[in-house]
């Protein structure tokens, strides 16, 4: 069994910042790519910036330069800083892991319950 579980968003003022955190545990053997996803209402759900296990990021452009991706290999961990932040980055917001198991099956789809972030303008 493997549990992603988000934390960190809320609600702040535009200009403000945010650390949302996704929390990998049970049966892992490795955590391979990591992104985060926001949604918000009546949107379909975005890709926001993605980390490679080599550290390797991207991101959506309309997030460039005020989002930042990491991680922690030993705390399996993700971490999305969101700095500057926006009315329009209102939104629940996901982190989806690719994630080979003890047992060495991987999958693509494990997903956390999201954390919501407000942004007031």
């Known amino acids: 069994q493997v549990q992603l579980v988000e934390s960190g968003g809320g609600l702040v003022q535009a200009g403000g910042s945010l650390r949302l955190s996704c929390a990998a545990s049970?049966?892992?053997?490795?955590?391979?790519?990591v992104g985060w996803y926001r949604q918000a209402p009546g949107k379909q759900r975005e890709l926001v910036a993605i980390?490679?296990?080599?550290?390797?990021?991207n991101y959506a452009d309309s997030v460039k330069g005020r989002f930042t991706i990491s991680r922690d290999n030993v705390k399996n961990t993700v971490y999305l800083q969101m700095n500057s932040l926006k009315p329009e980055d209102t939104a629940v917001y996901y982190c989806?892991?690719?994630?080979?198991?003890?047992?060495?099956?991987?999958?693509?789809?494990?997903w956390g319950q999201g954390t919501q972030v407000t942004v007031s303008s």
């Open positions: 989806n892991a690719d994630i080979t198991t003890v047992r060495f099956v991987r999958r693509y789809d494990y």
């Open positions: 980390i490679t296990s080599d550290s390797i990021t």
């Open positions: 049970g049966s892992i053997h490795s955590i391979n790519s």
